[in-house]
């Protein structure tokens, strides 16, 4: 509990001063504009039979972007100001960093999924179950920025603290949420075409989410600050036991 | 020092591939003395530092903080780091960025002073509802202390805290140092100004080639500590040198 109420005050704290410059929210919202134009103007000859296909791209299209640049920006911020060390040293777990960063992006996220939706709605009639399935359309957007954040988040605190490349971070993260973005991509297909396989697919995404935040938490601490000596030899010597 | 050290470093070794940085080293640091650490650049006070705070794992040897080898949150509560650099969130006022650290460690079960009267302390009241982002580095500087004075701490690692203070800066700094320690506050202080090493240490330390290799320690009613802690200096290699030790 103390771990969770810790992420809450860090989120806040990054919220806080996303409010005072709107740097994220303005570059994700302009962003996600701009995709949408682009592929609304791409696509406006398209046949109502093929959206489906085309329309769910485009959302998670928005989303990987609008992710990278999120996830680039959050930790840039602490590596500027090398706050992040500040965090590390006091008496935080380090799995409430993880997890406050991870908020943040998903909310980021959603307000990106909230204008491309509603764009997509507009300009593609084959994305109408959007509107007349709100909550379905909500827990697909939702499950799918989380599983998004929860691989991200690991990756971009790993390159935050060793001094790595932003650039890192686009090579690095797109192969790793790929497996993420094609399961919320198949969902959102199935959902548009009406399918009864939605509701599994949406598990699956769930199912997805839950791997993605246990083995981020895991592994947040070790990706930071390293792993100690003792616990490096301790697993030597099980593995000489085996 | 009879009784047991805060702070005990026995064979801390740390290496970076094929460079050693550390190679064997022994420390120990008491509650209420002041320690000064001085080395090249390069000599690994830095890696030794992050070592200490839990920011980095050593290569080898073993890193006892009030008899617990672990860094996890309870420890982390009873120690404060303040950086060469300020790490302060610069778009937050003074008194926000103590008070993120104040609710965290509170939330950690830990003390805190109060905020405004710490700020007051080492001279920022002035500033506290300004963003730090609008701060001299002086008084950026001045906020990180602020910040590790929050919780009370037993041990406090300072890495060139005088770097960017102005002279009223440094003599504040030096008192607050000084009070820290007779209130029984373990410090290690890395500077490369000697001139105020000597005024606020008991004790100077070299770090050369991965260990320490020199020890001075401030005699009672002595007078020779700071030729003591120049000749300890003047045992560092001189620049360029050490890329070839």
Known sequence: MVALRQ???????????????????????????VVLIMLGMSFSALGISAQPLAVPGMLWLSVAFVGALTLGRIFTRE?????????????????????????????????????????????????????????ETFALVLMGCTAYAGVGTLFAAGLASSSGKNVLLSVILYPLTMPSLLFALVATRSLLEGHESFL?????????????????????????????????GAARAARRRR | MSEAALLELRGIGKHFGRLAVLRGL???????EIVGLIGANGAGKSTLLSIIAGLMPPSRGQRTF??????????????????????TYPRLTALENLELFAKLRAQAGGHNEALRPTLDRLGL????????????????????????????PEMLLLDEPFTALDRPGRTLL???????????????????DLEAL???????????????????ARAPGGDTFAERVRSLAGRMPAVGAEAHA
């Open chain 2, 198 to 216: 000597v005024s606020v240490a008991d004790r100077v330390v070299l770090l050369e080639g991965g260990v320490i290799a020199g020890d001075v």
């Open chain 1, 79 to 135: 590596r500027e100001f090398d706050t992040l060390r500040a965090l590390l040293v006091a008496p935080v777990e380090r799995v409430s960093i993880y997890l406050a960063k991870a908020f943040v992006t998903i909310v980021i996220l959603l307000g990106c999924c909230l204008i491309t939706v509603l764009g997509l709605t507009l300009l593609f009639p084959a994305a109408q179950p959007f509107a007349e399935r709100p909550l």
């Open chain 1, 200 to 232: 599994t697919y949406l598990g699956q995404l769930t199912a997805t989410n839950v791997i993605a935040f246990v083995v981020g938490a895991w592994l947040f601490e070790p990706v930071l600050v390293g792993v100690p000596q003792q616990r490096r």
């Open chain 2, 66 to 87: 009030a008899g617990s080898e672990g860094v996890g949150r309870d420890e982390r509560a009873r120690f404060a780091v303040v950086s060469h650099t300020a790490q």
């Open chain 2, 125 to 152: 009241g002035y500033a506290a509802d300004r963003q730090a982002g609008t701060f001299s580095r002086g008084m950026l500087q001045r906020l990180a202390l602020a910040r590790a004075l929050l919780g009370r």
């Open chain 1, 7 to 33: 992420a809450w005050l860090l989120a806040v704290n990054d919220l806080r001063q996303e409010a005072r410059d709107l740097e994220l929210v303005l570059t994700s919202t302009f962003f996600s504009l």
């Open chain 2, 26 to 32: 022994d420390l120990d640091l008491h509650s209420g």
């Open chain 2, 174 to 192: 030096a008192t607050v140092l000084a009070q820290e320690r007779d209130r029984g506050a373990a410090i290690l202080l890395i500077s490369h």
